[in-house]
């Protein structure tokens, strides 16, 4: 399990997303740590939302460069996951990209 002081928002994790049902994504993927450092630094869960090559433009996934690949951070498919997911860290997101995801998920959850 990774420790808490280990995880946070903007990192990368490579995370094992199987078991899933319906719709979600399944699978290992890269995954951005969403969830501020005050949770993530207390709970044995995070939220991540997946890196993702493939997909469709949506209004609610962000255009991001990471590892050398284009992508899309896959806001449509946040999810909460336990530590004993993690596989290991990848890197960061650019700062740039984080501050466009926070800002589309303050968008997503605007009453």
Request: charged share 20%; aromatic share 4%.
């Amino acid at each position: 399990m990774v420790a808490p002081s280990e995880i946070h928002r903007g990192e990368v994790l490579l995370v094992g997303l199987s078991p899933t049902r319906g719709g979600e994504i399944r699978k290992t993927l890269p995954c951005v740590v969403v969830s501020p450092d005050e949770l993530n630094g207390h709970l044995r869960t995070f939220i991540v939302a997946p890196l993702t090559t493939g997909g469709h433009r949506y209004p609610f996934r962000v255009a991001c460069r990471f590892a050398g690949k284009a992508g899309h951070v896959v806001l449509d498919q946040i999810r909460v996951v336990d530590r004993v997911r993690v596989i290991r860290s990848l890197g960061r997101v650019a700062p740039s990209t984080l501050q466009q995801v926070l800002s589309v998920l303050q968008e997503m959850f605007a009453a």
